[in-house]
Antibody, heavy 119, light 107 residues
């Protein structure tokens, strides 16, 4: 059974770069599926950040595209998220996800990690 | 844009819940999914393709709708069903969007 686990600093200073990693177990990300990141500000709704396919294709939310990069390390079976020039509005729980068949919905979720942007 | 209603729904265990999700333009029913989120937990996929239950989801959860109007129905509410529910749409820009959520609370 595939499992996802986010990790990274819980506190980032304004204007710096937020970096998170998602470790995948139970499935090789190089085999197939789309994988990605979603975030949720405290007490608010869900926002898709971006996704990538195992062949390297990536899609980003236009509202974040300028500041976001998703990268993959197949040797470690993990993928990463970087968000540059963060502000308080980037404070959120960040989830890594695996999309379901057809890449239309989010089938598997990590437990999420809270990142707070504050000086 | 996805608009969910009501914002909050107050019901009692055993009752029937009807949650609405409206798209700003007609969409394929294949592109509509529903999630349940409990406090301090990630969302859980309930319904995909507007009406297909995800693995392990009880039969009391059902989805329906087409075009711009979609519905999540929970028959005979159980105590563990009280949570926040989100609809999600694939397509256009951004590629994936969520509704603002409906909070289902115990009356």
């Amino acid at each position: 059974q595939v499992q996802l686990q986010e990790s990274g600093p819980g506190l980032v200073k304004p204007s710096e770069t937020l970096s998170l990693t998602c470790a995948v177990s139970g499935y090789s990300i190089s085999r197939a599926y789309y994988w990605g990141w979603i975030r949720q500000p405290p007490g608010k709704g869900l926002e898709w950040i971006g996704s990538f396919y195992h062949n390297g294709d990536t899609d980003y939310n236009p509202s974040l595209k300028r500041r976001v990069t998703i990268s993959v390390d197949t040797s470690k079976n993990q993928f990463s998220l970087k968000v540059t020039s963060v502000t308080a509005t980037d404070t959120a729980v960040y989830y890594c996800v695996r999309l379901g068949a057809g890449w239309l919905y989010f089938e598997v979720w990590g437990r999420g990690t809270l990142v707070t942007v504050s000086s | 844009v996805l608009t969910q209603s009501p914002g909050t729904l107050s019901l009692s265990p055993g009752e029937r819940a009807t949650l609405s999700c409206r798209a700003s333009q007609s969409v394929s029913s294949s592109y509509l999914a529903w999630y349940q989120q409990k406090p301090a937990q990630p969302p859980r996929l309930l319904i995909y393709g507007a009406s297909s239950r995800a693995a392990g989801i009880p039969e009391r959860f059902s989805g329906s709708g087409s075009g711009t109007d979609f519905t999540l129905t929970i028959t005979r509410l159980e105590p563990e069903d009280f949570a926040v529910y989100y609809c999600q749409l694939y397509g256009s820009s951004p590629l994936y969007t969520f509704g603002q959520g409906t909070k289902l609370e115990i009356e």
